[in-house]
């Protein structure tokens, strides 16, 4: 049996909307454009009319005379790591009501990725871009100074911006729970930490970390690092071997929280006095913590007010009045929990 003829589908065109609304083209490219020469009544008209015939306008077409498109290119490290969706959420929250879109890609902590995606973003000429960290290779660091579109690197104000830049001082955030920790006590006190190579942030927290320990004059007494990546079974690995090397610690800094909830569930399950025998702390505030027998002590990185302080400087609200070059410097707050003995 002959199937019947199916007629060739066609892409909608302005024509179409213009048809459906009684309006010219012209007037609808206004509103579709979201320019504000159009009354309420017309633009309410010519919406309803996209909307119902499912049009969805050519952003590459519409950009070939302005050389720019409504996306705003997100450049993050990873989707595992649970940092990040909350940035993004704050970013998304940032951007609503602007008409940009945010589209990420992932680097995988790999400089070489991190050029790739870069690359990749800048071709289709984004109104801005938003990237995390400080760190990158020359080849993109020249793709973002030459960009000419606004650029924020974001989760790190220790270094030099291109841009602007929106984050936290990591080296501040390592000082102030060296502190915490030495002044509740704790003496002999262990580091554990993964994907320390490419993770600049987590070592620039180590490295202020160091700082305010030698201010008191110690230093770790044992660090236990792994390459890959975070996971509470890795956390429950890592210090079970670094208890069983060093067993005389009584302090555990983690890298990041994943890995310390992982090890806050060992010394539960051995049957360890926390925070009488030993104290534990991770790093970011992560809303998993919640979920732990005790409340890993943490510290919040401030991630979606990052997120939505990026995405205002992008969208040309920026916090200092002018645009181009700005410090939004944001403070991580302390939150000890349970795992610290109180002072």
């Known amino acids: 049996m002959t199937q019947p003829t199916v007629p060739p589908r066609r892409p909608l065109t302005l024509r179409d909307v213009s048809e459906a609304s009684g309006v010219s083209e012209m007037t609808v490219s206004r509103v579709l454009r979201n320019r504000g020469d159009v009354s309420a009544t017309t633009r309410e008209r010519v919406l309803e009319a996209a909307k119902t015939l499912g049009y969805v306008p050519n952003k590459i077409a519409g950009a070939l005379a302005s050389q720019r498109v409504n996306l705003v290119g997100v450049i993050i490290p990873s989707f595992g790591n649970l940092v990040f969706p909350e940035v993004l959420a704050g970013i998304s929250a940032g951007l609503e009501e602007?008409?940009?879109?945010?589209?990420?890609?992932?680097?995988?902590?790999?400089?070489?990725?991190?050029?790739?995606?870069?690359?990749?973003?800048?071709?289709?000429?984004?109104?801005?871009?938003?990237?995390?960290?400080?760190?990158?290779?020359?080849?993109?660091?020249?793709?973002?100074?030459?960009?000419?579109?606004?650029?924020?690197e974001i989760m790190d104000v220790d270094g030099a911006g291109i841009d602007s830049v929106v984050g936290i001082s990591h080296q501040r955030a390592g000082r102030h729970m060296a502190e915490a920790i030495l002044r509740a006590g704790y003496r002999k006190i262990g580091f554990l930490g993964t994907k320390m190579p490419d993770d600049h942030r987590a070592r620039k927290r180590l490295a202020g970390f160091r700082a305010g320990l030698a201010e008191a004059g110690l230093t770790i007494a044992d660090e236990e690092y792994y390459a890959g990546g975070s996971a509470l079974a890795k956390g429950r690995e890592m210090t079970e071997t670094i208890l069983a090397r060093s067993p005389d610690l009584d302090f555990l800094y983690y890298s990041n929280d994943m890995i310390g909830s992982g090890g806050l569930l060992h010394c539960l399950d051995k049957g360890i006095d926390v925070p009488g025998q030993i104290g534990l702390a991770g790093f970011n505030g992560l809303p998993l913590l919640d979920g732990l027998p005790i409340k890993l002590a943490t510290m919040d990185a401030c991630r979606r007010e990052i997120g939505i302080k990026a995405a205002e400087i992008i969208a040309g609200r920026p916090h200092s009045g002018v645009i181009g070059g700005e410090l939004v410097e944001l403070e991580p707050r302390l939150e000890p929990g349970d795992t610290i003995r109180k002072s």
């Open 98 to 152: 602007t008409g940009l879109q945010p589209v990420v890609g992932v680097t995988d902590y790999s400089p070489e990725k991190e050029e790739t995606v870069l690359y990749e973003m800048l071709s289709w000429r984004p109104t801005g871009v938003i990237i995390a960290g400080l760190e990158h290779t020359d080849a993109a660091r020249a793709m973002l100074e030459n960009s000419a579109i606004p650029i924020v």
